[in-house]
């Protein structure tokens, strides 16, 4: 009778726990997610035609910019993020990319050139994309539509890369506006004169104070973001209360869509243009969905709607009221965040705004690492340095390339600017993009992965693509008053990755072209004189399924190569994370006694590659155990693998499989083979006169093994401990002879000079120089 009670109390307390953990998620993702939408009240009604608001004798602009900015709140983040994008997570991921994944995996649209359909049986692949589409209506024709038409899937790629580069370009915009907004509570005391010479310098310097700590990761100082943010937003919240009571407490009244009927019709084309600076009080709206892979939806959904969006709310109606009393003084009045504090806590509040703003850009500088850690794993990208500050939390990266790209960026249009309105304009577009962006792969996800009627598609482009178009135009107008910056930027990081797309994407076609038979190598034997050394050599190669032209190049001009050879495939699939037992791919290449083998490694967008000590063992104990599972029972028989390319059969990593193959390696233990019931040691031969690391597998007893395949670990064994050498190809791109003016100049110059200024394909890997064999080829695309 008492097990009920019991099984009761430990149902509660799970649940207890479970609130806990989504309670402080939630206060964490303040600080990470947020920051960028809670600092937004610095500049909002300093954006939205101030001038207007200035030199009216009457309150209803005041009334109808606190209407659209309440409305906007409302329907974008709230109800669109909310409540409908939150739920289209990849697998717990999100963001731009992540929408284009689950699309990817809905309808074969994918343009990474190496899939296979080994990838397919992926479990978060199928989990994603279990559900299948109905036999009859819209849905399924759009799917046939989108895999017969290329043209279809390069413009569902191209969009969402325009909306990854617009991430890119906010994150320059964003940290320049933040700090400079922050700053500008400096300019009270001061003459107009004389503010300006004092902001940009300080904006200036915390700028390069922020992006020079970047290398040390968020990790150190990440426990002060959530704290600062909280201070941050009761502050602003604490100030909108004062000034509502204080000033004008029937502002309440402004909230009415009415106000943005009556501000529109008396303001007409300066009402449409200030929509501009209006649709910067989302701006970071989209952190929401991008950042979800750090937290949970639950999570994200209590900070905004029990946090953030009240005390935005309660800001944005605070400056209100005090506007609504103060908009009529004289000429030399300043509209802005801090004229509405009062006198006593400004310098307080200062100090608050500039932490809080600085946290906000952090959060976008880490967000735009991490989409281009996304657009490289998926070919879209030049391969950059990718430097990973946290041993806990994946998402914490460091690109040093582009981190000094973004600061001098940043730096140049807080001094080319120097005011919030050309800023603003410049954000507002980036912005905006993004969102739209969004609501376009939006109304295809809820088509092609919910599985939801056309109507409910087109009922949701219809109601935000309405007013996000509507934003969107304002921005436009705006072009040469700041909104051509982010078309710039997007335009320069747009042609960068599509060049380097196409450039892959003939690379790999090259490859597979000139691709080449191990009967055709082994057949030179005779005539080269081709021999075998010790050691594993490691040919990297983007095939799946051939052996790359650069092999062939090299051993007609080397005629040796190792005893155990591994063709080795690196690959990304468009899902988030790959697990550890689906990892390795492995399979045998011509016959047994050829000990040649094909290894294929699968990273998800989102995965962490390890270092180059840990992927060895990985990938040697991978090949061991696929040596033994083709050496047991039934299939000892067909061991041999008469065709060129055996069957690949997925194995995993070591810590995927604790009662497989174990290896251990040792400076001490002396060669043997000993043999018990329980399990066998393979051993390498004593030593003689060599200093090197002493291997030694451990493989269980039970089910036995054929002879052959222990003579197969044996020699493995002993390769590895000679070493490994990494035989890595350089491909010289040129286009090839009768290829037009355009092809010329993408693959010549453009692919060609982002070939030999990006990462070495290995660099994931972390290649020990003094293993690497590099070698050199032309490749006629």
């Known amino acids: 009778m008492d097990l009920e009670p019991g099984n009761r109390q430990n149902d509660h307390l799970k649940k207890k726990e479970s609130w806990r953990t989504v309670l402080t998620l939630a206060y964490q993702s303040l600080g990470v997610v947020y920051g960028d939408l809670s600092t937004s009240p610095l500049y909002v009604y300093n954006s939205a035609f101030a001038e207007d608001i200035q030199h009216s004798e009457t ?65 978060e692949y199928k989990r994603a994309g279990a559900s299948s589409l109905p036999k009859s209506g819209f849905g399924p024709k759009l799917k046939s539509t989108l895999e017969r038409h290329r043209v279809l899937q390069r413009l569902l790629l191209v969009l969402a890369l325009i909306g990854a580069c617009m991430v890119i370009g906010d994150g320059v915009l964003t940290p320049a506006i933040s700090v400079f907004s922050a700053v500008s509570g400096l300019e009270l005391p001061m003459s107009k004169e ?36 909280t201070m941050w937003l009761l502050c602003i919240s604490a100030i909108g209360l004062y000034n509502i009571f204080r000033w004008n407490p029937h502002i309440y009244q402004a909230l009415s869509p009415y106000y943005i009927y009556i501000f529109l019709r008396k303001t007409r084309r300066e009402g449409w243009m ?42 944005y109606m605070g400056q209100a009221a005090y506007l609504s009393q103060h908009h009529i003084v004289g000429s030399d009045y300043r509209i802005g965040f801090y004229v509405s504090v009062p006198e006593k806590l400004r310098w307080p509040v200062l100090a608050i705004a500039i932490l809080a703003a600085v946290v906000g850009s952090q959060a976008i500088i880490t967000g735009t690492f991490s989409i281009i850690k996304q657009c490289s794993a998926l070919g879209c990208f030049p391969r950059v ?88 135009s304002a921005s436009l107008i705006k072009f040469f008053e700041g909104a051509w910056v982010p078309v710039a930027l997007a335009s320069v990081f747009l042609l960068v990755m599509y060049v380097w797309h196409y450039g892959t994407l003939k690379a790999y076609e090259y490859d597979l072209q000139n691709k080449v038979s191990i009967d055709w190598i082994l057949g030179l034997g005779p005539t080269l004189g081709i021999v075998r050394v010790r050691g594993i050599g490691l040919i990297h190669t983007e095939l799946v399924h051939g052996i790359p032209a650069i092999f062939s190049h090299f051993i007609t001009n080397l005629p040796a190569f190792h005893q155990v050879l591994v063709f080795l495939c690196i690959k990304s699939v468009p899902i988030p994370h790959v697990r550890h037992k689906e990892r390795f791919l492995v399979g045998r290449i011509g016959s047994r006694e ?36 083709q050496g047991m029972g039934a299939a000892a028989g067909n061991g041999g693998f008469p065709k060129e390319d055996g069957k690949m059969t997925v194995v995993g990593t070591c810590s995927s499989h604790p009662d497989g193959i174990q290896m251990s390696e040792d400076e001490k233990d002396m060669a043997e083979l000993t043999s018990s019931s329980e399990q066998t040691e393979i051993k390498s031969p004593p030593p003689q006169a060599r200093s090197r690391k002493k291997v030694r597998f451990i493989v269980p007893g039970s089910p036995k093994m054929d002879p052959e395949a222990m003579e197969e670990l044996r020699a493995l064994m002993e390769a590895r401990e000679a070493g490994i050498a990494y035989i890595l190809g350089h491909y010289y791109v040129r286009a090839k002879r009768g290829s037009g003016l355009i092809r010329r100049l993408v693959i010549d110059l453009g692919y060609s000079f982002l070939r030999r200024n990006s990462r070495a394909p290995t660099h994931a890997m972390n290649t020990p120089h003094a293993s690497s064999i590099e070698v050199g080829m032309v490749c006629h695309i």
Not at 405 to 433: E, P, Q, W, Y
């Open 59 to 123: 309150n209803e602009e005041i009334y109808g910019v606190l209407s659209c900015v309440f409305w906007t709140l409302t329907l974008v983040p709230l109800l669109k993020y909310v409540f409908i994008v939150l739920r289209a997570d990849d697998n717990g991921e999100g963001g731009t990319f992540a929408l284009y994944s689950l699309l990817c995996r809905h309808a074969r649209v994918n343009s990474l050139p190496n899939c296979q359909v080994a990838d397919e049986e992926l479990s």
């Open 194 to 229: 004389h503010h300006k010479y004092v902001e940009v310098p300080v904006a200036c310097v915390i700028l390069i104070g922020l992006f020079a700590l970047q290398h040390y990761g968020t990790h150190r100082v990440g426990f002060l973001f959530a704290p600062v943010m």
């Open 274 to 315: 200030s929509l501009g600076g209006i649709l910067l009080c989302i701006t970071g709206s989209e952190a929401m969905f991008a950042d979800l892979g750090h937290f949970s939806q639950l999570s994200i959904k209590i900070a905004f709607t029990s946090m953030v969006y009240p005390s935005l709310i309660l800001a």
């Open 385 to 472: 340095k990718i430097v990973h500050t946290s041993s806990k939390i994946h998402g914490q990266i460091y690109i040093p390339e582009i981190n000094w790209i973004l600061m001098v960026l940043c730096l140049a249009i807080t001094i080319g600017f120097r005011d919030t309105k050309h800023m603003g304009n410049a954000s507002g577009l980036a912005v905006i993009t993004v969102m739209l962006v969004t609501t376009c792969l939006m109304s295809l996800v809820i088509i092609l992965c919910w599985h939801q009627s056309v109507v409910i598609a087109v009922c949701f482009i219809l109601l935000f693509g309405t007013v996000e178009a509507l934003f969107f």
């Open 594 to 629: 050829h000990r040649i083998y094909r290894c294929i490694v699968r990273y998800g967008y989102r995965d962490v590659h390890k270092d180059d000590v840990e992927f060895e063992r990985d990938l040697v104990c991978s090949i061991a155990e696929f040596i033994r599972s």
